[in-house]
């Protein structure tokens, strides 16, 4: 046996640089890049903890946190809290869909034919330049002040940046993509399956995630002007009767579920554009 088998292993070179793998690097900063967006929110929890502790604004104004907590639960167990919620999510919901897939249809069919463009184009482009809110009236006298109403009018929103962003993308798409296609003999419907849609998808994803943050924004308008229920009905009962904490509860409320919504959209738009790399900042 020779003294060479007996060697203990070799440990690199010196001038040899080891490098742990690149999922392992990453995972690091990205955690902490993820924690960085806890740093406003506690500030901003301690600034108010302390403003209204002190007394340095009215507490009709501004309510303590402990007492905005409390009557988070107050609201829920007397005033059925959650079914505001589960309410306001329902006419949503029904409203994103509705508008979306009307704005798609419109989207892709404009996008693909200058007649259907020319015919509807017009028309689109003045309503759409009508403010949304001089159409709650009319859709509240038509529809009443019922769900019926909010849907309409919260569909008629989403409609608009769902229609733009999808006919955008499909005009967006590549002459060399569509004349290889050309070449290559595909169909009408292969065509639009394999390279008009995927190219426009990363738009239409665009304007499907702002018209969800719309969607949501608005029903606090639609249920506070004409409504019974939901949350936009609690926060202009709670400013009408001076009850700040509860004003505040809804608002954390809103503004927490608007973040879920925009991260699931997020989530399904990383999902639907794993094949497409791009800049994602440093």
Known sequence: MTD?????PQTPAEGVE???PASAVRRRPLTARRLLGLVLPLVILAAWEIASHRGWVSAVFLPTPERAVSSFFDLLINDRFQDDVLTSLSIVCQAFLYGSTFALAFGIAAGLS???DNVFGPT???VR??????????????AGIGPLGKIVFISKVVFFPVFLNTLQGIRGAQKEHIELARVLTLTQRQLLRFVILPGALPSILVGLRYGASLAWALVVVAEGLSGMAGLG???FRAQ?????????VCMVVIGLIGFLIDFGMRRLERRLLRWKQGFEGH
């Open 4 to 8: 060479s088998s007996l060697a203990l």
């Open 18 to 20: 080891f490098r742990a």
């Open 114 to 116: 200058r007649t259907v």
């Open 124 to 126: 689109l482009d003045g």
């Open 129 to 142: 330049h009508i403010p949304s809110i001089a159409w709650l009236p009319l859709i509240v006298l038509w």
């Open 233 to 235: 009905f609690l926060i």
């Open 240 to 248: 009408a009767l001076l009850m700040t904490d509860q004003l505040l």
